[in-house]
């Protein structure tokens, strides 16, 4: 009779009581490492050994704060700042401010035609001022006085009322019949104003700080001023009548005239940087800021070597006369 095999429920067995210890060992094993700091389970050692994560992307690099939310941004560089300048019919004087390099011609605000410079710049004024002399041009001084005739008046300025505008420009016959209160008018129509009484002076004086454009004393013929003919006394035979005569600043006196051209006094020049302002000694008194009324720097029959200190306090600012004149200054602007 064969023998039998043995019987292999006893081995089943056996194995079945071997697997749960060591279950028990491999429990108590990842339990002791899940307690322990930095150790990994097996799927953890797997995706380590795969290469570093993302969190591990920054190992070795020095800890770096994020930025906070809403933080102000970091300093910037500064833009280099802006240098204020003048228009270009304009000079800046002492870095502060800007001044008219010319006494100025008046033009009408509305439509940009030129104001006669031998009337007042005023339609009612204007109109008044031809009707009397018209006649009283007949009665004052010699035959030859008699003869010469009034400056034409354009019809537009008798017919509708106008605003003046002052502007610079070189080369041509600057407005006198002025009131301080059309200055100011004519200077804040051209976006400007009239200059105060320290920085009329300070750019007269230039950069060299002296009392005359040219230089610290007076010279005579240097600027058109302290003339050897006083307009008044060439046409009416005496200095103190007739001073709104239009025919006034049109004298000359041996073929030259009285009144120059703007810019034309060369040797008159107040010089500010690689600039100068010409004439603001003699040819024409220029209105300031003052409301009681003041001119200053002389106009060119007026007996004064005082150079930039010259100065008129004696009439009110609705005083005009030929000699009374415009010169804008301004403030410094940013370029376009």
């Avoid at 300070?202 to 050897?228: I, L, S, W």
């Avoid at 007739?242 to 004298?251: E, I, K």
Wanted: hydrophobic share 35%.
């Amino acid at each position: 009779m064969p023998a039998r095999s043995a019987d292999p429920t006893p081995a089943r067995s056996a194995e079945r009581s071997t697997r749960p210890r060591a279950c028990r060992r491999l429990a108590a094993a990842a339990l002791a490492c899940a307690a322990l700091a930095g150790c990994r389970s097996e799927p953890e050692r797997g995706a380590a050994d795969a290469g570093p994560s993302a969190a591990d992307a920054g190992a070795g690099a020095p800890d770096v704060a994020p930025p906070l939310v809403g933080a102000p941004p970091g300093p910037r560089a500064l833009a280099p700042p802006v240098e204020l300048r003048c228009p270009p019919e304009m000079v800046r004087v002492a870095r502060r401010f800007c001044v008219d390099r010319y006494e100025a011609v008046l033009l009408d605000k509305e439509t940009g035609l030129e104001i006669s410079a031998f009337y007042p710049p005023s339609r009612q004024a204007a109109a008044s001022v031809e009707r009397v002399w018209s006649k009283m041009r007949l009665q004052l001084g010699d035959d030859e006085a008699r003869r010469m005739e009034l400056p034409l008046l354009p019809g537009w300025q008798k017919q509708r009322e106008f605003e003046p505008r002052a502007v610079s420009r070189r080369g041509v016959l600057p407005q006198g019949y002025t009131t301080g209160a059309q200055a100011d008018l004519a200077c804040r129509n051209a976006g400007k104003r009239l200059c105060s009484l320290d920085e009329w002076r300070t750019a007269c004086r230039g950069e060299r700080d002296e009392q005359f454009p040219y230089g610290p004393t007076y010279a005579d013929g240097r600027c058109n001023v302290f003339r050897e003919h006083h307009p008044a006394g060439v046409l009416h035979r005496d200095v103190s009548l007739g001073h709104s005569d239009p025919r006034l600043n049109l004298v000359r006196v041996a073929g030259a005239p009285l009144l120059r051209r703007t810019g034309e006094t060369a040797t008159c020049a107040s010089a500010w940087e690689d600039d100068a302002i010409a004439d603001m000694v003699g040819n024409l008194d220029e209105w300031i800021d003052d409301p009681e009324g003041t001119f200053v720097g002389g106009f060119y029959a007026r007996a004064t070597r005082e150079g930039c200190m010259a100065r008129v306090a004696s009439h009110d600012f609705t005083y005009f006369d030929y000699s009374t004149g415009v010169r804008c200054c301004s403030d410094l602007r940013a370029p376009l």
